[in-house]
């Protein structure tokens, strides 16, 4: 693996999601990971993985994205440099607040955003972040 692709992690409950988009992100000149949810992806990072790039969905079983997202940030597990995306079909107010208030760097709605813009949205994102 080229070790100066930027790393990019996909926390998500659905796997044909998480491997489509491992697919559509690796095709791209990232050096993708995924986690099946909270608690693998808190395994991970626990476990020293730095990623470039967190993209989370806000629901999910035992530990929902913002749960998790207060965890990392509480434990401080994330660098100042992590690109922190929700990627979720949550697009209620509230949980754009909640997302917001954990100072996340994007927030796509997955139901209106097909896997290209999200590509897209990431570089774009990811480059505000690297530069800032």
């Known amino acids: 693996m080229d070790t100066n692709l930027p790393k990019i992690l996909f926390v998500d409950d659905?796997?044909?999601?998480?491997?489509?988009?491992?697919?559509?992100f690796s095709?791209?000149?990232?050096?993708?990971?995924?986690a099946q949810g909270s608690e693998d992806a808190l395994k991970i990072i626990r476990d020293g993985f730095q990623p470039d790039i967190l993209i989370v969905d806000v629901v999910?079983?035992?530990i929902d994205?913002?749960?998790?997202?207060?965890?990392?940030?509480?434990?401080?597990?994330l660098g100042k440099k992590?690109?922190?995306?929700?990627?979720?079909?949550?697009?209620?107010?509230?949980?754009?607040?909640r997302?917001?208030?954990?100072?996340?760097?994007?927030?796509?709605?997955?139901?209106?955003?097909?896997?290209?813009?999200?590509l897209s949205e990431v570089n774009k994102i990811y480059a505000n972040k690297k530069n800032s």
Not at 83 to 96: C, E, H, R
């Open 99 to 118: 997302a917001k208030k954990l100072n996340v760097d994007g927030y796509i709605i997955k139901a209106t955003t097909i896997p290209s813009e999200v």
């Open 60 to 62: 999910m079983p035992a």
């Open 65 to 77: 994205g913002i749960e998790f997202l207060t965890v990392l940030r509480s434990e401080n597990l």
């Open 27 to 34: 095709k791209n000149n990232f050096e993708v990971s995924t």
């Open 14 to 24: 659905d796997k044909f999601l998480l491997d489509m988009y491992a697919l559509k």
């Open 82 to 97: 992590t690109a922190v995306i929700m990627l979720t079909n949550q697009g209620l107010s509230g949980d754009i607040v």
